[in-house]
């Protein structure tokens, strides 16, 4: 299987088919903002709890294991977990590793969630 982890940049995030989903909480998507054209769907609950079915429904909504599908976090460990599940039930899946705060970090500007 090939590695699912990648470091996103702004030329991955903008310039290709990839769907970025943010996997967040809409907490963290006021606090920081979202990469812009990021689809905002939720895995963990704050505490902790999760519907998969839900989520990987979301997820053929916005086009299935025929598209690609880049998840994205706070540092890339939440999205990590939730990559390596759905690229076991054959999504076309990377981990954004690093999360919107790598993309922060480099001076990446995400825009404001409007939620």
Do not use: H
């Not at 990839?18 to 895995?43: H, L, N, Y």
């Not at 998969?52 to 990590?80: N, P, W, Y």
Request: charged share 25%; glycine share 12%; proline share 3%.
């Amino acid at each position: 299987m090939n590695n699912i982890n990648v470091y996103p940049d702004k030329e991955m995030l903008e310039n290709s088919d990839m769907v970025v989903v943010d996997i967040r909480t809409p907490m963290e998507w006021k606090q920081t903002g979202i990469v812009p054209g990021s689809k905002t769907i939720t895995f963990f609950q704050m505490d902790g709890s999760y519907d998969a079915e839900g989520f990987l429904r979301a997820m053929d909504e916005l086009g299935g294991k025929e598209k690609e599908i880049g998840l994205i976090c706070r540092t890339g460990s939440r999205t990590s977990q939730v990559a390596n599940f759905m690229a076991q039930q054959g999504y076309n899946v990377k981990n954004l590793a690093g999360g919107v705060m790598k993309l922060m970090s480099e001076g990446y500007e995400l825009v404001p969630y409007k939620g």
